[in-house]
């Protein structure tokens, strides 16, 4: 049990297209899923914390106009990346919290995006 | 607040040798540790996590962590490696329902 999938699971656009990716629990209820973001050899930098049916948390320095998330359910969170430029290109990571205090979460498999 | 020490940014090791991945974390409160396994272009799969009980804390694929509350470490263990171990290794905290991650070691294990 607590398996997350992210679709696509990687992406090419062009410089000034929005890119959406989609996290989903597949076998259990998130309150509450978090976005990554890894950059070639180093550790997972948080971006913001997503609950279902409000607004998005963000990370100091992280944009938000840039970075849309929406938490439409229990079991679906997307982000979407606006106006991508190269700078954008990462990997980007998504996790489902489970249970009252969502101490453990549970990783998507990373959405590979290259902006050309 | 909190934050995560891997003390080495690469391990190379050969097969079938021990190997001690090390972690240091920062907290005068109880937390919740966790290590984690990422092979090339993956997301992250848990090996364990503490959360309380037991100092020493058993996970998949051989491995094994103790945490240490007066040295404030969490070191991770396997006495017996494997190539497929060859991964990165991120040791992470819990504050709050976020998780604070150190930087990762890269475990490179050789034949």
């Known amino acids: 049990g607590a398996v997350v999938s992210q679709h696509p699971s990687w992406v090419i656009c062009k410089s000034g297209t929005s890119v959406k990716i989609e996290c989903r629990s597949l076998?259990?209820?998130?309150?509450?899923m978090f976005w990554y973001r890894q950059f070639p050899k180093q550790s997972l930098m948080l971006m913001a914390t997503s609950n279902e049916g409000s607004k998005a948390t963000y990370e100091q320095g992280v944009e938000k106009d840039k970075f849309l998330i929406n938490h439409a359910s229990l079991t679906l969170s997307t982000l979407t990346v606006t106006s991508a430029h190269p700078e954008d290109s990462s990997f980007y990571i998504c996790?489902?919290?489970?249970?009252?205090?969502?101490?453990?979460?549970?990783f998507g498999p990373g959405t590979r995006l290259t902006v050309l | 607040a909190q934050s995560v020490t891997q003390l080495d940014s690469q391990v190379p090791v050969f097969e079938e040798a021990p190997v001690e991945l090390r972690c240091n974390y920062s907290?005068?409160?109880?937390?919740?540790l966790f290590w984690y396994v990422q092979y090339p272009n993956q997301g992250l799969q848990l090996l364990l996590k503490y959360l309380s009980g037991s100092t020493l804390v058993k996970g998949i694929n051989g491995f094994e962590a103790e945490f240490n509350k007066s040295q404030t470490s969490f070191h991770l263990r396997k006495p017996s490696v494997h190539i497929s171990d060859t991964a990165e290794y991120f040791c992470a905290v819990s504050q709050g329902g976020k998780l604070i991650f150190g930087q990762g070691t890269e475990l490179s294990v050789k034949p």
């Open positions: 996790s489902a919290g489970r249970g009252p205090s969502y101490n453990e979460q549970f």
């Open positions: 076998d259990f209820q998130a309150t509450t």
């Open positions: 907290s005068s409160v109880s937390v919740y």
